[in-house]
């Protein structure tokens, strides 16, 4: 006998790149923003233009355009914060983005074997078909374990 | 009936750090004053110290030998991938065999947190900076002073000299910290 598939509807914020838009599950997102100023600094990792203050945090800025569009943003209206994972870690990261953003329930469909590591599934809305991001694939980062070596996410200041 | 007070909290002391405020290449940096041995103007440099021509080793150009110790100048402005600038002063950095060209210091202030680099910096970034610090609503990377040579490029520097011909300099007229 067959099992009948449960879909599950899900929550998922949509936000707008340039002309498309792309969805994040609802639960990684903490808030969206109004942009903030950007402190630089010099670093090698690729994608990162640096971090602003957000609620006493430091929180990387993490620019996915390039990657999803092919072309960085020339403006951006909100920077959306969201939680990325790394290994058994997780800390903030904010991701520019264009326009407003919508709260939407939905049914995720899966990606295949076929679709590129970012993207964690489709989802449908309004006749539109829309990649579901994953992340923790599109953001760089230091995959961490439970090591004692490993760094703590905050360390006070020594004397 | 009286009701017992709550135990009074401790008083726990915030710990701080006494930092250095510096520039490279208009590039502002942060670096513990405990780690910093000496500075002194690139001036007492002029003359003394012995070139390096290291092809893969771009930001070392020179040594200099400070009682029993080599010290390897490094060029901050380099090191971080920033414009050429023209430095002014040079960290003596202690516990290390680094000598840091930077433009300028800013300023002497305390830090009360230091926040470890966000994990999305998977570079060489890590080993750069000890982490990051508000001040004055601005964010500081503070430097690492062990991670402007690694050991293999200070292996690669020692094969490189002679340490008995290079003259000792580094006596007097720098400014000694802590």
Redo the contacts between chains.
Sequence with gaps: MTQPIESISQSFVLLRLGERRFAVAAVQISELVAPSRI?R?????PK?EG?I?RR?????V?DVAEKLLGKALTSRRFYLIAV?H?GD?S?W?ALPVTGDCELIAAEMTNAGEADAPHVAGWISHNGEVIEVLNLDAL????E?QSTPSA????????? | MRVAAPPAKPHVAA???QIILFRISG?P?AV?SASVQEVRSVDSLAGVATEIDQPTLRKVRHVVRRGEKTLYVVSGAAH???PPSSAGLVFVLRKTHTALLVDGIDKMAT??????L?????????A?Y?????LD?????VVNPEGFLTAEEFALLDASIVPETIPDILTGEGMELL
């Design positions: 402190f600094f010099p670093h090698r990792t990162l971090v203050l006493g945090r430091i929180v990387p993490c990325r790394y870690k800390e990261v953001t760089p980062g230091l961490t760094a703590p996410v905050l360390l006070e200041a020594r004397p | 710990r701080t750090e590039q940096f513990s971080f991938g920033l830090m009360t947190r230091l926040q470890a966000p994990l999305a910096y998977c570079h060489e970034e890590r750069w000890r982490g990051l610090t508000a609503q601005n964010v500081i990377p």
